[in-house]
Nanobody, 114 residues
């Protein structure tokens, strides 16, 4: 059973940085499509960044220039490096990978506040 465990969230002041990690386990298959969504209170879940099976990466306009997705194949881990954080980045962040079907992490809180 594929499992995704996120870590690295927390509280940070505006302008600060965080790196979210998403450790993938339970599958011997590698994943090509991966990404991050987020959901702020009272709002729908929205794409932050996604990488397709063909290798294309799509960032939300709000994330461009500030967020970077990466992966460590040896550790089966996906990362989201976030910098220049703003209060409007406050949300629960969810990672996903495509291994046959879409698998989701449990979500992790990011709070940007002074």
């Amino acid at each position: 059973q594929v499992q995704l465990v996120e870590s690295g969230g927390g509280s940070v002041q505006p302008g600060g940085s965080l790196r979210l990690s998403c450790a993938v386990s339970g599958s011997t298959f590698s994943f090509n499509a991966m990404g991050w969504y987020r959901q702020a209170p009272g709002r729908q879940r929205e794409l932050v960044v996604g990488t397709t099976t063909s290798g294309l990466t799509n960032y939300a306009d709000s994330a461009k220039g500030r967020f970077t997705i990466s992966r460590d194949n040896a550790k089966n881990t996906v990362y989201l490096q976030m910098s220049s954080l703003k209060p409007e980045d406050t949300a629960v962040y969810y990672c996903y990978v495509l291994i046959g079907s879409i698998h989701w992490g449990q979500g992790i809180q990011v709070t940007v506040s002074s």
